[in-house]
């Protein structure tokens, strides 16, 4: 059998058009590269962030024209589409979630709200470093390990923390039975303590003087998750140093609830909140 004869075959005809997709955006991905690399247009981490999500792109492109070449070969697709009012209902439905969650990821993307490698919290209770931008979605590690995938279109309120200053927020949730006479007592005590101990930390002006001191912030939520209110503290410190303040900050809070005998809330002890 002549070589002309063999491509014709259907199996082979599908192997050669998946390695030429392969071939292509793997060129396609080596000369963004490239390009990146012989250029300083952008600084290195907005580099990294455009080079993720055109990896992310090829490859979702490289996918949808292999998907199509093999259905063209077994499917009329333009009668398919256009034949069935059922079926071209479905797809829209499905693609307007699909295009909103691509049109914000855009968004987000190009008014560099995000980059690679950011530290976020994503509507206010998911909170880690950006490991994936991909075009539907955002991938996120949390503190406690596990990987957090969101898709643009569920994203209600995005914290960056990436902006050389960090608001360390940390909380404690205490039962509903607690006196919040007692409790604001207690814990501006612990705003003031830290004020005293870590003040060295804070972000401050020209002049020296506190971007934002540490400060309680009495009860910023109701009823979490029907076991008590929040009660927060929170403080504007240098990027390098948000990571070791955090932990000093919840250290203070645990021990001022000890030796005060705040009551926790039922479920669980204490929390943090970490952002902007």
């Given at each position: 059998m002549d070589f002309?004869?063999?491509?014709?075959?259907?199996?082979?005809?599908?192997?050669t058009v998946a390695l030429l997709i392969i071939i292509t955006v793997y060129l396609i991905r080596k000369s963004i590269k490239l390009f990146f690399d012989k250029t300083s247009i952008l600084d290195e981490?907005?580099?990294?962030?455009?080079?993720?999500f055109s990896n992310q792109v090829t490859k979702v492109l490289g996918l949808v024209i292999f998907f199509i070449f093999v259905l063209s070969n077994f499917f009329?697709?333009?009668?398919?589409?256009?034949?069935?009012?059922?079926?071209?209902?479905?797809?829209?439905?499905?693609?307007?979630?699909?295009?909103?969650d691509y049109i914000m990821g855009l968004t987000y993307l190009f008014e560099r709200q995000i980059h690679h490698g950011d530290y976020v919290i994503i509507n206010g209770n998911r909170q880690g470093k950006i490991e994936e931008i991909s075009m539907r979605h955002l991938k996120i590690r949390q503190y406690d390990g596990y990987l957090y995938t969101v898709s643009y279109s569920n994203i209600t309120e995005l914290q960056n923390g990436n902006r050389g200053m960090r608001r360390v927020n940390e909380s404690l949730v205490l039962n509903y039975r607690q006196n919040p006479d007692d409790a604001y007592k207690v814990i501006e005590e612990v705003a003031n303590t830290c004020?005293?101990?870590?003040g060295e930390y804070l972000l401050k002006d020209e002049n020296g003087v506190p971007v934002e001191s540490f400060k309680f912030n009495q009860i910023t939520e109701l009823n979490v998750d029907f076991r008590g209110h929040r009660y927060s503290l929170t403080g504007v410190v240098k990027e390098a140093d948000f990571?070791?303040?955090?932990k000093?900050?919840?250290y203070e809070l645990a021990i001022a609830a000890y030796k005060n005998d705040l009551m926790m809330a039922e479920s669980g002890g204490l929390e943090s909140q970490q952002g902007l």
């Open positions: 002309l004869g063999l491509f014709k075959q259907l199996p082979v005809q599908i192997l981490k907005r580099e990294e962030t455009l080079m993720h009329d697709l333009t009668k398919l589409v256009t034949g069935s009012v059922v079926l071209a209902s479905a797809l829209a439905l499905i693609l307007q979630h699909i295009i909103r004020n005293e101990k870590y990571v070791e303040v955090g000093k900050v919840r």
